[in-house]
């Protein structure tokens, strides 16, 4: 304590603080002109070119059947080709479902992905029913 009372006594302690108001603002100043100096060196130096436009795609037509066939809310018909018949439906959480299906006589069991007659792939497998898509091309 008597150290601080010491140096408050002489007169250089006491023109500290007002050095400090005067430096401290020019070291700020400096500081923030040196960065915008940096600054603007960067950015002339790493001009961006514009992007490219990307070219807009083209529409495609509205399948509201493809779209209700999808989510299950079509009407049945029958696969092109026809006298494919659902005979029977394995939709498990476990294992793959599967559709025995029946054409021409003969007896299969399919899986989703599988080709069937007449040009449909099995889509997906429910309880009861199963949902087909039929590849118009």
Same mark, same amino acid.
Do not use: N
């Given at each position: 304590?008597?150290?601080?009372?010491?140096?408050?006594?002489?007169?250089?302690?006491?023109?500290?603080?007002?050095?400090?108001?005067?430096?401290?603002?020019?070291?700020?100043?400096?500081?923030?002109?040196?960065?915008?100096?940096?600054?603007?060196?960067?950015?002339?130096?790493?001009?961006?070119?514009?992007?490219?436009?990307?070219?807009?795609?083209?529409?495609?037509?509205?399948?509201?059947?493809?779209?209700? +066939?999808?989510? @299950?809310? !079509?009407?049945?018909?029958? %696969?092109?080709? &026809?006298? $494919? /018949? =659902?005979?029977?439906?394995?939709?498990?959480?476990?294992?793959?479902?599967?559709?025995?299906?029946?054409?021409?006589?003969?007896?299969?069991?399919?899986?989703?992905?599988? +080709?069937?007659? @007449?040009? !449909?792939?099995?889509?997906? %497998?429910?309880? &009861?029913? $199963? /949902? =087909?898509?039929?590849?118009?091309?």
């Amino acid at each position: 304590m008597r150290v601080i009372a010491a140096l408050y006594a002489r007169r250089c302690w006491r023109a500290l603080p007002r050095a400090l108001l005067l430096i401290l603002p020019m070291v700020v100043l400096g500081q923030a002109g040196w960065l915008a100096w940096q600054e603007g060196g960067r950015r002339s130096a790493t001009a961006i070119a514009p992007p490219e436009p990307v070219p807009a795609a083209e529409p495609v037509a509205f399948q509201g059947q493809a779209i209700a +066939a999808v989510l @299950g809310l !079509a009407e049945q018909a029958e %696969v092109q080709g &026809g006298g $494919v /018949v =659902l005979k029977a439906t394995v939709a498990s959480h476990g294992g793959q479902p599967a559709a025995l299906m029946a054409h021409a006589g003969t007896e299969q069991w399919y899986r989703v992905g599988d +080709a069937l007659p @007449g040009g !449909a792939r099995l889509r997906r %497998v429910e309880a &009861g029913r $199963v /949902v =087909l898509w039929q590849d118009k091309s």
